[in-house]
């Protein structure tokens, strides 16, 4: 029985399995489907279609630092806008579809 092209193939499977997995961890981290809510990047807001819930848009506007998050409705370009506070300052403030709140 010959058990090195066995060994040899084995080891082939391993690396390149790995390296795809090295790769999409890479493309993955730079550029995210959706931002954690505690990423509050000053990005131009995206236009697009939105997937957040009504509760998922209160939620991040909240984590985003705004207070008192009220008349939250879907505008036609995919931004959620709403009425909010921030340091006791009253702002409209939109989340995009990507996860970045912005005031308006």
Same mark, same amino acid.
């Given at each position: 029985?010959?058990?090195?092209?066995?060994?040899?193939?084995?080891?082939?499977?391993?690396?390149?399995? +790995? #390296?795809? $997995? @090295?790769?999409?961890?890479?493309?993955? $981290?730079?550029?995210?489907?959706?931002?954690?809510?505690?990423?509050?990047?000053?990005?131009?807001?995206?236009?697009?279609?939105?997937?957040?819930?009504?509760?998922? %848009?209160?939620?991040?506007?909240?984590?985003?630092?705004?207070?008192?998050?009220?008349?939250? $409705?879907?505008? %036609?370009? #995919?931004?959620?806008? @709403?009425? %909010?506070?921030?340091? #006791?300052?009253?702002?409209?403030?939109?989340?995009?579809?990507? #996860?970045?709140? +912005?005031?308006?």
């Amino acid at each position: 029985m010959n058990i090195l092209p066995t060994i040899a193939v084995s080891m082939a499977l391993s690396l390149g399995v +790995a #390296g795809a $997995a @090295a790769a999409q961890d890479q493309s993955t $981290a730079q550029n995210p489907a959706v931002k954690s809510p505690s990423d509050t990047s000053n990005a131009p807001l995206a236009k697009g279609h939105n997937s957040f819930t009504k509760s998922e %848009a209160r939620s991040r506007i909240r984590a985003a630092g705004y207070a008192n998050v009220t008349g939250l $409705a879907l505008d %036609a370009n #995919g931004l959620w806008q @709403a009425h %909010a506070t921030r340091a #006791g300052q009253p702002v409209n403030v939109a989340l995009d579809y990507k #996860g970045d709140v +912005a005031p308006q």
